[in-house]
C-alpha cells in the first residue's frame, strides 16, 4: 500500500471523528433551540466566541467519551516496522490500516495516544478543579462574611501557600519520593472531605425548616459522599467503586492544594463586595440564617465571576500538567497523555516533528477553547 496524502489523512481523521460530530451537532441543535431557557449558558450562544470557545472544548470532551471508538490501535501496542513513520504510512499487514499521523520512537500510533491523551487529561483537569473550588468555596464564603480571626487565620494560610512558586510547589508535591513520606494521603483526608461538607450545608441551610426533606438529602450526602471519601482519600472502599492508584493521587491532590487558596482569595473578595447588598439586608431582616445567606444569596450573584475563573483554571490546570508530564513525573511513563507524549518526541524534534507536534496543538486548542469559552461567558455574565 501507498502512503496517504494529507488530504486523505484529513478525510479519514474526519471520519474516525464521527461520534464526535454526531455529539457536537446534538449539543448545538439543541442548545440553541432552548437556548432562552437555559440561564447563563443559553446566553452563551449569543456571543460568537463563546459559541467557539464551546465548541473546541466540547470537541476534547466528546473526543474523550468516545476515544474507544475514534482511535484506529491501542495507544501502548508498539508495532514492528513503524519506528518513527512518518503521517499516513500503512501498516504491515493490515489491508487498509494506516498510522494516520505516524509513529513515534517506540512504534506506537501517534493519532491514537493523542486521543487518548484528550481522555487522560479531562479525567483530571475538571474534576480536580472543581474539588479546589469546593474547598475554596466553603472557606472563603465564611471568611468574607464573618471576618474578624476567621478571616485573619484562613487567609494566612492561603498566602503561605501562595507564597510558594507553582510549578516548584507542584513538583515537590509530585515526586515519587513524597508519597513515602504519607503526605498525598494526608492532605488528601482533609481536602477531600470538603465537597462532603458543602453539600451537607448547604442542602441544611436550604430545608432546615423541612426536616423530612433535610434529612433525606443530608443522608443521601453522607452515604455517598463518605463512600467516596473513603476510597478517593484511603482507598479503602469495600465495594471498590472509588479508588485512585499513587500517581493519580499525587497529581490530583497537588491541583487542589495549589488551586484552593486562589479560588479562596477570590470568594472571600467578592462575599466582601456582596455582603453589603440590599438583598443580604433583606435576608437578614426576614431572620435567615448566616449559611442561607452565604449559600443561597451570595453565591449564586457571584456565579459569574466563579464560571469564568473555572473555565480558566481548568485551561492553567491543563498546561500544569502538560507540564508534568514533559518532566516525567505525575502519571505513569507509558501514559498516553499529552505532556508526557510531548517529551517522548522532543528528543528528535528536528527529525522526526510529528509525535511532539501533534499533542502540543492539541494541548494548544483545548486551552485557547477554554480560554475562548470564557471570555465568551464574561461577556454574558456582565450582561446578566
Not at 13 to 21: D, G
Not at 42 to 49: N, Q, R, T
Request: proline share 6%.
Amino acid at each position: 500500500m501507498d502512503e496517504l496524502s494529507w488530504g486523505q489523512i484529513l478525510a479519514r481523521m474526519a471520519w474516525q471523528f464521527w461520534p464526535v460530530w454526531i455529539a457536537l451537532a446534538a449539543t448545538f441543535a439543541l442548545s440553541i433551540t432552548f437556548r432562552r431557557r437555559l440561564g447563563l449558558y443559553g446566553k452563551l450562544f449569543d456571543s460568537p466566541i463563546g459559541m467557539v470557545g464551546f465548541g473546541i472544548v466540547m470537541f476534547w470532551v466528546f473526543t474523550a467519551l468516545f476515544a474507544d471508538l475514534i482511535i484506529t490501535f491501542d495507544p501502548l501496542a508498539q508495532l514492528s516496522g513503524l519506528k518513527n513513520k512518518l503521517p499516513g504510512t500503512p501498516v504491515p499487514g493490515v489491508d487498509g490500516a494506516y498510522y494516520l499521523l505516524g509513529g513515534d520512537s517506540l512504534a506506537r500510533d501517534v493519532f491514537s495516544r493523542m486521543v487518548m491523551g484528550a481522555r487522560r487529561v479531562l479525567a483530571i483537569a475538571p474534576a480536580a478543579t472543581t474539588f479546589a473550588f469546593m474547598v475554596g468555596i466553603t472557606l472563603g464564603l465564611p471568611a468574607g462574611y464573618f471576618g474578624g480571626k476567621l478571616d485573619t487565620a484562613i487567609s494566612f494560610l492561603a498566602n503561605l501557600v501562595l507564597a510558594f512558586p507553582v510549578i516548584l510547589l507542584f513538583y515537590l508535591l509530585v515526586t515519587p519520593e513524597i508519597r513515602v513520606t504519607g503526605i498525598p494521603v494526608i492532605l488528601a483526608a482533609v481536602l477531600f472531605i470538603f465537597p462532603v461538607i458543602f453539600f451537607t450545608v448547604l442542602w441544611n441551610s436550604r430545608y432546615f425548616t423541612d426536616p423530612k426533606r433535610r434529612n433525606l438529602y443530608v443522608g443521601i450526602t453522607l452515604v455517598l459522599g463518605l463512600w467516596a471519601y473513603s476510597g478517593l482519600a484511603f482507598n479503602a472502599d469495600p465495594l471498590g467503586v472509588w479508588s485512585m492508584d499513587p500517581n493519580l493521587l499525587n497529581v490530583f491532590v497537588s491541583v487542589v492544594f495549589v488551586n484552593a487558596p486562589t479560588v479562596f482569595r477570590i470568594v472571600r473578595g467578592i462575599v466582601m463586595d456582596l455582603k453589603a447588598r440590599d438583598y443580604v439586608a433583606a435576608g437578614q431582616t426576614r431572620g435567615e440564617g448566616p449559611w442561607y445567606i452565604m449559600l443561597w444569596e451570595i453565591l449564586p450573584n457571584a456565579r459569574g465571576p466563579l464560571i469564568v475563573d473555572f473555565c480558566l483554571r481548568i485551561g492553567y490546570t491543563t498546561i500544569l500538567l502538560g507540564t508534568l508530564g514533559f518532566f516525567g513525573l505525575g502519571v505513569s511513563p507509558e501514559s498516553p497523555d499529552w505532556g508526557s507524549t510531548i517529551d517522548d518526541g522532543r528528543r528528535l524534534l528536528a527529525i522526526y516533528p510529528h509525535p511532539a507536534i501533534v499533542p502540543a496543538l492539541a494541548l494548544m486548542s483545548l486551552v485557547l477553547g477554554l480560554n475562548l469559552l470564557a471570555d465568551g461567558l464574561r461577556e454574558e455574565s456582565l450582561r446578566d
